[in-house]
């Protein structure tokens, strides 16, 4: 935990031990929606920063173009290193359904089931990687309370947040297609983009010709 009281949201701000408003001579609050793209035009031009960072310089450029400018110094804290997953979905749409042939064509490093009430048995798994043309390995499978929390409490579940770690966007695949997408909405309102895809695991056509219970069970 940080004591500090720098750029962050306000609600984390208050009760830090070293934020004190009272002795500032001013505080700004930025809409990072629009900060953020910002960010992506400074790193695309070889500029090496973090969020933070991009914030300071949306705050001064609306600060400058309210007082018909003036001098302003904004200190670069940290690089763009840790934000890269972030940065990539900055200006593209999500989440995003795909199909079973957009899938085999994403190159997905990482592919999350997701659902409250069933898990795939072993066979199941083997489907949606041969299905998916991808080493089993790449499939993570979260237990069902990790699903439930994540869609009661709107909020990313730690053991989640690990999963979802990368330098790419993770496709969610769950029964029929519905969960993964309100999964999908969710983590897009945490700033995490992910793919969701049609149908789930119902509509693989391999899974067709098998019986449901040998592909999942009851969590």
Same mark, same amino acid.
């Given at each position: 935990n940080q004591d500090v009281a720098g750029i962050r949201t306000k609600a984390n701000a208050d009760g830090l031990t070293l934020y004190d408003p009272e002795i500032y001579a001013e505080q700004q609050e930025m809409d990072w929606e629009k900060a953020k793209l910002l960010l992506k035009f400074f790193v695309e031009k070889g500029h090496d920063m973090g969020e933070s960072?991009?914030? +300071?310089?949306? !705050?001064?450029?609306?600060? !400058?173009?309210? $007082? *018909?400018? *003036?001098?302003?110094?904004?200190?670069?804290?940290?690089?763009?290193?840790?934000?890269?997953?972030?940065? &990539?979905?900055?200006?593209? $749409?999500?989440?995003?359904?795909?199909?079973?042939? +957009?899938?085999?064509?994403?190159?997905?490093?990482?592919?999350?089931?997701?659902? &409250?009430?069933?898990?795939?048995?072993?066979?199941? /798994?083997?489907?949606? !990687?041969?299905?998916?043309? /991808?080493?089993?390995?790449? /499939?993570?499978?979260?237990?069902?309370?990790?699903?439930? +929390?994540?869609?009661?409490?709107?909020?990313?579940? $730690?053991?989640?947040?690990?999963?979802? +770690?990368?330098?790419t966007k993770p496709l969610l695949v769950c029964m029929a297609g519905k969960t993964s997408l309100m999964a999908a909405k969710v983590l897009a309102t945490k700033g995490v983009i992910t793919d969701s895809l049609i149908g789930g695991i119902t509509e693989l056509p391999e899974g067709k010709t098998k019986q449901l219970s040998e592909l999942i069970r009851q969590a």
């Amino acid at each position: 935990n940080q004591d500090v009281a720098g750029i962050r949201t306000k609600a984390n701000a208050d009760g830090l031990t070293l934020y004190d408003p009272e002795i500032y001579a001013e505080q700004q609050e930025m809409d990072w929606e629009k900060a953020k793209l910002l960010l992506k035009f400074f790193v695309e031009k070889g500029h090496d920063m973090g969020e933070s960072s991009a914030l +300071e310089l949306y !705050a001064i450029l609306q600060k !400058a173009s309210s $007082e *018909g400018g *003036g001098k302003f110094v904004a200190m670069i804290c940290d690089g763009i290193e840790k934000y890269k997953k972030n940065l &990539a979905t900055i200006g593209q $749409e999500g989440p995003m359904q795909v199909s079973l042939q +957009e899938a085999n064509a994403g190159k997905y490093d990482k592919v999350i089931w997701i659902h &409250a009430q069933y898990t795939p048995q072993e066979p199941g /798994i083997e489907l949606i !990687a041969k299905s998916l043309g /991808i080493d089993k390995s790449k /499939i993570c499978v979260p237990d069902a309370r990790t699903a439930q +929390e994540l869609l009661t409490t709107q909020q990313i579940p $730690e053991s989640l947040s690990k999963d979802l +770690e990368g330098d790419t966007k993770p496709l969610l695949v769950c029964m029929a297609g519905k969960t993964s997408l309100m999964a999908a909405k969710v983590l897009a309102t945490k700033g995490v983009i992910t793919d969701s895809l049609i149908g789930g695991i119902t509509e693989l056509p391999e899974g067709k010709t098998k019986q449901l219970s040998e592909l999942i069970r009851q969590a």
